[in-house]
């Protein structure tokens, strides 16, 4: 959409950007691996992903997504909510196929819990 090739955090901060200037008010840009950058008029931020063993990344972005939507859906904050959906997105591809692979929200808050990314 935007003519970008993002491959990376600063391609990603570029197209946040394009979106914004498009009349959105907030972009996040999923990176995989690579985490996820959020652009909004008072702020851009990357944010890390945690590492994990990844057999199957297929649902990933889908889990992202639900996981970051459920946690704003319960007055979280941005950046709360993007570190929730990155840990429930990692511990997704730790197990093959992408229902099978949906966490827990126990699992995903016991993992967040132990994550040295809790507080980035």
């Not at 200037?21 to 944010?47: C, N, Q, S």
């Not at 939507?69 to 997105?89: C, L, R």
């Not at 993992?111 to 040295?116: A, D, G, T, Y």
């Given at each position: 959409?935007?003519?970008?090739?993002?491959?990376?955090?600063?391609?990603?901060?570029?197209?946040?950007?394009?979106?914004?200037?498009?009349?959105?008010?907030?972009?996040?840009?999923?990176?995989?691996?690579?985490?996820?950058?959020?652009?909004?008029?008072?702020?851009?931020?990357?944010?890390?992903?945690?590492?994990?063993?990844?057999?199957?990344?297929?649902?990933?972005?889908?889990?992202?997504?639900?996981?970051?939507?459920?946690?704003?859906?319960?007055?979280?904050?941005?950046?709360?909510?993007?570190?929730?959906?990155?840990?429930?997105?990692?511990?997704?591809?730790?197990?093959l196929g992408v229902v099978e692979a949906i966490p827990d929200l126990e699992d995903v808050e016991d993992f967040l819990r132990?994550?040295?990314?809790?507080?980035?």
């Amino acid at each position: 959409m935007t003519g970008i090739d993002v491959k990376g955090v600063e391609d990603a901060k570029k197209a946040g950007k394009w979106f914004l200037d498009h009349g959105t008010g907030t972009a996040i840009i999923t990176l995989g691996e690579k985490g996820t950058v959020v652009v909004t008029p008072e702020f851009t931020r990357h944010y890390l992903t945690p590492e994990v063993k990844a057999l199957d990344t297929t649902g990933a972005g889908d889990i992202f997504s639900g996981a970051f939507m459920a946690a704003m859906s319960q007055g979280t904050t941005i950046d709360d909510s993007v570190v929730f959906a990155n840990h429930a997105a990692a511990l997704s591809t730790k197990c093959l196929g992408v229902v099978e692979a949906i966490p827990d929200l126990e699992d995903v808050e016991d993992f967040l819990r132990n994550s040295p990314l809790k507080n980035q």
